[in-house]
């Protein structure tokens, strides 16, 4: 069963920049591992920001991008706003079956 | 626009079923599959499974063999999971999503349905 990991929680000050990572037991991120990133907000169903590891969503603003990084798949926030404030989800596509990332808190402080 | 509208909430005793709906709208139906994803309170997202809309092949993740069954009616374009044997644990949030085109794995999402399970 693929472990799919990401950063329990981050902090990042309004104007700043973070970057929040995805990493597979099974080895190095790739593109074919069609990334995904999601946020969610509280009581709120998750919403599709990244996919396909750099492609953005046509309501996705701006100031998120999404790479592969070092074996790992990467979500950066630039210029954060206080409504970023949220989890985030990556999601891993493997042998006909996916995986989702235990979540990264976002705190905007 | 793609709408996906899940049926309501649901109080189950341990032991039971229960039917979750997702009418699917704005879209062709049989031409994207359909994923279930589960929300235990307080967790993360857990992805079920998926069905194939066009030729009703399910796939469902480790975990969810068994007890958890994906079907269609194409007819009124809506997917169903069905859960038996329901145990407390499985008290959650249980979402319908869309998948888009090559890589693009679940842009479209229902609005969730909770599930309680509890004597």
């Known amino acids: 069963q693929t472990v799919v990991t990401q950063e329990p929680s981050l902090t990042v000050s309004p104007g700043g920049t973070v970057t929040l990572t995805c990493a597979s037991s099974?080895?190095?991120?790739?593109?074919?591992?069609?990334p995904n990133w999601f946020q969610q907000k509280p009581g709120q169903a998750p919403k599709a920001l990244i996919y396909?590891?750099?492609n953005r969503h046509s309501w996705t603003p701006a100031r998120f991008s999404g790479s592969l990084l070092g074996g790992k798949a990467a979500l950066t926030l630039s210029g954060v706003q206080p409504e970023d404030e949220a989890e985030y989800y990556c999601l891993l596509y493997h042998g006909g079956t996916s995986v989702f990332g235990g979540g990264t808190k976002l705190t905007v402080l | 626009q793609v709408q996906l509208v899940q049926s309501g909430s649901e109080l189950k005793k341990p032991g039971a079923s229960v039917t979750v709906s997702c009418k699917a709208a704005g879209y062709s139906f049989s031409t994207y599959t359909m994923n279930w994803v589960r929300q235990a309170p307080g967790q993360g997202p857990e992805w079920i499974g998926w069905?194939?809309?066009?030729?009703?092949?399910?796939t469902y993740a480790r975990g969810f063999t068994g007890r958890f069954v994906f079907s269609l009616d194409t007819s009124v374009s809506t997917a169903y999971l069905q859960i038996s044997s329901l145990k407390t644990e499985d008290s959650a949030v249980y979402y319908c999503a869309r998948e888009g085109r090559l890589g693009d794995l679940l842009p479209y999402w229902g609005q969730g349905t909770l599930v309680t399970v509890s004597s």
């Open positions: 069905i194939n809309t066009n030729t009703g092949n399910p």
């Open positions: 099974t080895g190095a991120v790739t593109s074919g591992y069609y």
């Open positions: 396909s590891a750099t």
